[in-house]
C-alpha cells in the first residue's frame, strides 16, 4: 500500500492534484488507515497513471471520465474510444494550424523591421493595430 506521497512521486504528479481528482470522482476514494492516512494500492496507481498520461496528451478531464468510463466496460467496441482520441487529435491539429498561423505573422512582422528606431519599429506598430492582426472570422462584422 502507498501512502498519497509516495503515489505522487511515483507518477510524477502533485498532492494536491491527486486530492482534486479524488473530489471530482476521477480517483475513487482511498482506503484508509486507523490513523485515517489514505492508502492506494496497484490499481489506484494504474489509474493515476492513465490520467496523468491522458493529460500529457492534452485530454480534457471530461475526455479522461468518459475513457474511464469505457475502459470498466472491456466487452464494449472500442469504437468509442476511437472516436474520443480522433476528437482530441482534430483538436490538437486545429491548435497547430493556428500556432502555425502565429509563426507566419510573428516572421512577417519580424521580416518587416527596418532595426531603427523605436519610434519607427514596425513589430510595435503592428502590435498597436488590432485590426491588422485580426483573421478574418475574428473581425467584427459591419
Known amino acids: 500500500m502507498l501512502s498519497i506521497g509516495t503515489l505522487a512521486k511515483r507518477t510524477?504528479?502533485?498532492?494536491q492534484t491527486i486530492r482534486y481528482y479524488e473530489q471530482i470522482g476521477l480517483m475513487p476514494e482511498p482506503g484508509r488507515t486507523d490513523g485515517?492516512?489514505?492508502?492506494?494500492g496497484d490499481v489506484e496507481l494504474d489509474r493515476l497513471s492513465f490520467i496523468r498520461h491522458s493529460r500529457q496528451l492534452g485530454f480534457s478531464l471530461?475526455?479522461?471520465?468518459?475513457l474511464l468510463d469505457l475502459s470498466d466496460s472491456p466487452e464494449r467496441s472500442c469504437a468509442q474510444?476511437?472516436?474520443?482520441?480522433?476528437?482530441q487529435l482534430r483538436e490538437v491539429e486545429a491548435r497547430i494550424a493556428r500556432l502555425e498561423a502565429l509563426r507566419i505573422?510573428?516572421?512577417?512582422?519580424?521580416?518587416?523591421?527596418?532595426?531603427?528606431?523605436v519610434a519607427n519599429c514596425r513589430i510595435l506598430e503592428v502590435l498597436r493595430d488590432h485590426e491588422e492582426c485580426l483573421s478574418d472570422h475574428d473581425r467584427p462584422s459591419s
Open 36 to 40: 485515517g492516512q489514505r492508502r492506494y
Open 62 to 66: 471530461g475526455a479522461i471520465r468518459e
Open 105 to 117: 505573422e510573428l516572421r512577417r512582422m519580424i521580416g518587416e523591421c527596418r532595426a531603427d528606431r
Open 81 to 87: 474510444v476511437d472516436a474520443v482520441a480522433q476528437k
Open 12 to 15: 510524477g504528479t502533485k498532492v
